[in-house]
């Protein structure tokens, strides 16, 4: 039901995609330049920067679920400007008021899956956020598709108008949905969060010793948290909290500087530049391009906790890298052959066809490999590395780094095509071998792990090749002895009374 709120950040991002490519669009709006088109796309991420960073005071104080609840509406109301948009200031409104509640739900949607989800199924269970971003994408490519044979200002005003309903969908079904048992141990509402653990843990069996067990570990760090730390802002910058920031921020900083948001809002370009001439065409080829995201997501989710965060960074990390540099070298082939002037016309048009034909399955096979790698671990990381009292403005600050980074990235990209062409493909290529570097050096394993246990994980070294997971991830006997040494130090020096 939460990762209606990433269906919702998927299929606002890949509905301009194609819409900006319809000719009914162009006509209406009066064919807007590079630089308006930057601005009509990216007004949605200066949206999704505000959203994200006001997300963590209120998830904080109303908890994750309401925080949705609120996504949910304001989504709602921008979907409506946009379906009623007459000028490009109006449409520009729109996209703005919908990206403050994308950055709400892109926000508080894998903080609250991490936080009710078991560490065995955590992993999984935020990678649905991103599995649903894909569908919401691909949702939206086909939308496009169908409505490019409508004539009509409703062939752009449907698919901006539809986004409406998976929006009222989550904002009904929220009611059902049960606040996040840590907000409310935070909270002191100990009794609601044993009835929150047994529904999610055991069948609403509240009683059962596992049940008890986990919130006893959740109650003594948020009472140790809240005894002997800050849960200000600044202490995001402070030891030890400083290192899991710059993961945190650093992990969508690199997500976005993948280059997946350019051929994904921008591919239509590309295909275009690639020989394609009709809109149902470019259209159809998006909409392949949105179902390699979903598909390519799968093994993801099925296997993430297992195979772990960091090898599953640095497979896709490396694949990306060889396709994007084989992309920039067969679209400058492909420049390359139709710019000369031959006499052996009917061969040049065979081996461009056939270079633009190898150009796009380049796109999708470097979409492919953001889609099980980059994609679900640059939510789920920064959801569940932070203690709990600093986890909600920690996710504001990390995806404001997201959406930050996205603006400048989905802004340039037109002018950045238009200008250097295949060379940005080259410059993505190097982007992501610094990436390579930086995950092997700083990203620990996280798998398995409880929320409460992190803390331990980042008091080892900062160098994350050095932690052995034979000897510390695997050894959950040592990290639970550390946790326990950490939880009676706690109890003796506190005189609040242990609940549980």
Known sequence: ITALGGLLFGYDIGIMSSILQMEQFNEYFHSPSSIITGVIVASLTIGCFVGALVSGPLADRYSRKITIVLGALVCTIGSAIQFGSVNRAMLIVGRFVNGLAIGFLSSVVPMYQSETAPPG????????????????????????????????????????????????????????????????????????????????????????????????????????????KNSGYMELLRFPNRRRTFIGCGMQFMQQFTGINTLMLYAPTIFRDMGLGSTQSIALCQAINGLVNVSSTVPAIIWIDKWGRRPTLLVGTLLIIVFYLILALLMRSYLALTGVDNKDAVIINLSAHNLGIASICMVYLVVASFAFSWGPCGWLIPSEIFPTHLRAKANSVTTGTNWISNFVVTLTSPLLLEVAHWRLFIAFSAIMGVNLVVIYLFLPETKNLTLEEMDILFMDSAWAFKTSPLTFLSSKKKIRRLSTETTLTTRTSTTRTEPV
């Open 121 to 228: 199924d955590r992993g999984r269970m935020v990678s649905l956020q991103q599995w649903a971003i894909t569908w919401g994408i691909f949702i939206a490519f086909g939308i496009d598709y169908g409505c490019s044979y409508i004539h009509g200002a409703k062939q752009f005003r449907l698919p901006l108008g539809l986004q409406i309903v998976p929006s009222i969908i989550l904002l009904f079904t929220m009611a059902f949905m049960p606040f996040s048992p840590r907000w409310l141990v935070a909270h002191d509402h100990i009794g609601d969060a044993r009835q929150v653990l047994g529904r999610l843990r055991a069948n609403g069996h509240a009683s059962v010793p596992e049940v008890a067990e986990e919130l006893r570990l959740i109650h003594q760090t948020i009472v140790y948290e809240r005894e002997t």
